[in-house]
Every structure is written in structure tokens, then in C-alpha cells.
């Protein structure tokens, strides 16, 4: 991960705006209703997409990337600030914005959004936001509810299509990246960085890589000993190797495993004996070397 953007005292985007969502926004259920549209008829189509901070899902990021046929770190290199803050306890992936004036996406064309169909989440989602309260006294994870983004240079709120909160996650076809987006949710929130601690560098990489940088997390899957010494379906194994989502599935495992030592994996019987046969090795050769000891000092 760069390093570029350092800023440690600004505190984690990602939370500072989960505090303002907290405080400010009301809250709506599926079944709320709201009017929105968006289209090239509306004045202000495409300023929305320029100056904005866009945070990018692991699956955001696989979507883009096979929509660009570039590899996950070409994209990440070219298309992303990875931003870096002492309060961080897993990685801040952003859209990076072009270089100009206007500071428009980098994917905006005249015509709208060139990447539509694979846009990330937080555009597939505009004007309607989802969000987690706080979690309970008990440990029980917070109320899940959506809130509505209403601003005021945004003229899609006086179109008259009326939507519920389910019509417009149906339309915009939510449901993998709702799917996805939980499951990452739920490693950025586990119990490990309340009970543990933060990650260190060598496993925010870990992380990093298992989660976004699905090219580097390939090579070390199939480059290293790893599937020797776990026990891994051998069709699971097959998808990995053309599937981009079997891998992120994969990772998001692996992550539980290295990191947070829950046991999503399993030891292969042969490489458990083998490492139990290399500990009574060292345990053997330490009498050894502990029984000739005094015999040494007699001489």
C-alpha cells in the first residue's frame, strides 16, 4: 500500500462520515418513499461526478477492474489514492478524481457515466445512502437503515418519478454489491480490532491484498505452498483460477483465517504430520544436545 496522502491527524474518512450520517440523517425503511430521477434532460446531469469522495468496495474494485480488462493493480496504481491515518484498522481504497480544474471522475464522458453498468457503489446507490447504527451495549450490531442525500445542487429530487427505498435498490440491481458489501462489512468490523488490536503493516498488507489486489493475491495463492498445505476443494481451486469473484470469496476466507485465527481453512493430514514430525525433531535433537552437555563439563 502508498503511503501517499498521509494525513494521520484528519482521522479516518470512513468514520468521520459514519458519525455525521449518525447525527444529521433520518432514517427510511424499505418501503419509504422518495422522488428522484436522473437524465441528460436535467441541468445539472453529470456535475455530481467531480469533486467527490468516492470509496471503493473490494468488489467495486473487481467489477471496474474486468469492465477496464486492466489488473487490479494497474487500477489501483492509476485509478485510486490509498489514503493512510493512525486510526485506520483496514484499508481506505478512493476513487481518484482527474487532475483538473473540475476534478470530474476519470470515467465520465459527455454522455454520462462510461462505465454505467459496473458503476460502484456509492453511484449505484445515489440519492439513497445505507448505513449501520452503532453497535449495542451487548455487543449486538446496530440498526440497518437507509438515509436520503438531498442536495441542494442536485435538481433530480424535483423530477417527479416516485420510487420506494426497495423499487430504487431493485432498479439499480443492489444485490451483489449489497452481498458483497456486508461481507466486507463484517470483516472491517470484526471483534479481532476490538478484543486484538490493530493490524500491523505486514498484515494491513495481508489484508490489502486478499481483499482488493486480487492480482498479487493470486500469485501468492498459486505461486507459494499455500494449497499444498491446506485443504481446499479442488473445484473451489479450478474457479479461482478464472474467477475473479471465486478468489475475492477465497480471500475474504483467508483473511479470517491468517488474520482473525478463525477456522475457515484446514490443515491438509500430511502437512499437519509434517510439521508435527519437524516439532519432535527439534524436541529430540534438544534432549540430545542437553543430555551431552554434561558430559562435555566432566571432560
Request: net charge negative; hydrophobic share 35%.
Amino acid at each position: 500500500m502508498s503511503d501517499d496522502g498521509k494525513s494521520p491527524e484528519a482521522g479516518d474518512p470512513r468514520k468521520l462520515l459514519e458519525e455525521k450520517i449518525l447525527a444529521d440523517y433520518a432514517r427510511l425503511g424499505p418501503n419509504d418513499r422518495f422522488k428522484f430521477g436522473c437524465h441528460p434532460g436535467v441541468s445539472c446531469f453529470n456535475t455530481c461526478c467531480s469533486d467527490v469522495n468516492i470509496f471503493l468496495s473490494p468488489y467495486d474494485v473487481l467489477r471496474l477492474t474486468e469492465r477496464l480488462g486492466i489488473t487490479s493493480t494497474e487500477f489501483l496504481e492509476k485509478y485510486t489514492l490509498l489514503p493512510v491515518h493512525r486510526d485506520m484498522t483496514t484499508p481506505v481504497v478512493i476513487l481518484k478524481m482527474n487532475e483538473d480544474e473540475a476534478k470530474q471522475c476519470p470515467f465520465l464522458t459527455e454522455n454520462g457515466c462510461g462505465v454505467y453498468t459496473d458503476r460502484p457503489w456509492p453511484c449505484r446507490m445515489y440519492p439513497v445512502g445505507l448505513a449501520t447504527s452503532k453497535d449495542t451495549e451487548d455487543g449486538w450490531r446496530g440498526e440497518r437503515f437507509y438515509f436520503l442525500l438531498e442536495e441542494g445542487s442536485c435538481l433530480g429530487h424535483q423530477e417527479g418519478k416516485e420510487w420506494t427505498i426497495q423499487e430504487w435498490m431493485d432498479d439499480q440491481e443492489m444485490d451483489a454489491y449489497d452481498a458483497w458489501g456486508e461481507a466486507y462489512k463484517e470483516l472491517s468490523l470484526h471483534k479481532f480490532f476490538g478484543d486484538i488490536g490493530d493490524l500491523p503493516p505486514s498484515k494491513m498488507e495481508m489484508f490489502f491484498n486478499a481483499t482488493y489486489d486480487l492480482q498479487r493475491f493470486r500469485g501468492f495463492v498459486f505461486g507459494s505452498t499455500l494449497l499444498e498445505r491446506f485443504d481446499v476443494d479442488e473445484d473451489f481451486v479450478h474457479q479461482m483460477q478464472s474467477s475473479d469473484e471465486a478468489l475475492l470469496r477465497f480471500g475474504f476466507l483467508w483473511v479470517r483465517f491468517a488474520l482473525f485465527g478463525e477456522p475457515t481453512m484446514r490443515v491438509r493430514a500430511e502437512a499437519e504430520q509434517a510439521v508435527q514430525e519437524s516439532l519432535d525433531r527439534r524436541v529430540l535433537s534438544k534432549k540430545s544436545r542437553s543430555s551431552e552437555s554434561p558430559q562435555r563439563d566432566a571432560k
